[in-house]
């Protein structure tokens, strides 16, 4: 009888979970470290190509395991010189991945799942449902399989799906792209964006040293919840409080992201009650602009009432800025390269 072996990719594995696969193949204990370096280190494309292991332990890591990197299908360019990469996952669905270079930084905005179940009603990645999570491996990939890998600066966990409803995946990629086995980058660089999930947060913030934002979008709970579903069962106010209780001051920042919508939460009782929701955190506020999507019926504020709104903000104390529309030439609104790639395929 013929028996395929599916083959487990090894880009991905923590440290300890590499320790595990080397044990159970009998391999001496250092094996693991040598992977992790070729991994996440160098560049290669396959085990063959780890030659300071044995060529007997290459041969019988070959039978069951491959490296497992996967390269992007699509890469779009703005004139703004933003990039928007599309990957296809194993699944047939797409997965979003733009690197933003500015003058003193090169951001790169990852997804965390393929879709996204919250269900926001301004967003296109929601408007696909949730498909599923993306593995620790396909998150750091995003990194890894891209053209401009080395001149990535800082990561933001902004691309598609919400990081910490796949909390387990995401909080392995971060341990990939922080030690000092992996990518070696500063937590201080790497940012997780939620829109609030209590108790993955509270793990979150126990786990990882990385930087926070939240979708906040709107001080008022029943404005909220007519954008935001996930504010009836999970209160920003309960968000609040949590973040409330840790130290932001020294390690790691907190901010706040908010998308600014026309006669909707862009006024004077707005700013007002961000104030006093905000009172006791120290914090950045991060305003957006919002650009029309197709299917969604909300405009955007006008660029003199966000800086209107940013100026009320920074009377009342509030470190505001507006973050700059990147790509807009080239579909960069997360979510909408890869439904078209889903239309397009039928
Ligand atoms: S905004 Fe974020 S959390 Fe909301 S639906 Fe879109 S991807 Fe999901």
Redesign the pocket.
């Known amino acids: 009888m013929d028996t395929k072996i599916e083959k487990i990719a090894l880009f991905g594995k923590t440290l300890t979970e590499l320790k595990e696969i080397v044990e159970s193949l009998n391999f001496p204990g250092f094996t693991a470290k040598q992977i992790a370096l070729w991994l996440y280190k160098k560049n290669i494309n396959s085990i063959d190509e780890m030659t300071n292991l044995s060529l007997s332990a290459r041969e019988i890591l070959n039978k069951n395991y491959f490296i497992g990197t996967i390269k992007p299908i699509d890469k779009k360019t703005s004139q703004d010189g933003t990039l928007k990469y599309l990957f296809a996952t194993d699944n047939g669905k797409f997965i979003e991945t733009a690197y933003i270079p500015e003058e003193n930084r090169n951001t790169l905005c990852v997804s965390s799942?393929v879709g996204?179940?919250?269900?926001?009603v301004?967003?296109?990645?929601?408007k696909q449902g949730f498909q599923n999570h993306l593995s620790a491996g396909e998150i750091v990939n995003q990194l890894k399989s891209i053209d401009e890998s080395e001149q990535v600066s800082n990561i933001v966990f902004m691309g598609?799906?919400?990081p910490l409803d796949n909390l387990e995946n995401v909080l392995k990629a971060l341990e990939i792209l922080t030690s000092n086995w992996g990518f070696e980058m500063s937590p201080k660089r790497i940012t997780v964006s939620?829109?609030g999930i209590l108790d993955a947060l509270k793990k979150f913030l126990q786990k990882s040293e990385c930087n926070l934002a939240v979708?906040l979008h709107n001080p008022f709970d029943d404005e909220r919840q007519k954008i935001?579903p996930?504010q009836k069962a999970q209160p920003i106010e309960r968000i609040l409080q949590e973040i409330k209780e840790w130290d932001f001051s020294r390690n790691r920042r907190v901010s706040f992201e908010y998308i600014m919508f026309k006669d909707f939460n862009d006024t004077k009782k707005h700013v007002n009650e961000l104030a006093k929701i905000l009172n006791g955190i120290k914090c950045k506020i991060n305003l957006i602009r919002f650009h029309p999507v197709p299917t969604i019926d909300i405009s955007g504020s006008a660029d003199e009432a966000i800086l209107e709104f940013q100026s009320q903000l920074r009377d009342k104390g509030i470190f505001t800025t507006i973050r700059a529309s990147r790509g807009l030439d080239i579909d960069a609104a997360?979510?909408l390269l890869s439904t078209k790639a889903l239309l397009e395929k039928g």
């Open positions: 799942q996204c179940k919250m269900a926001c301004f967003c296109m990645t929601g598609m799906g919400e939620t829109i979708s935001m996930i997360c979510g």
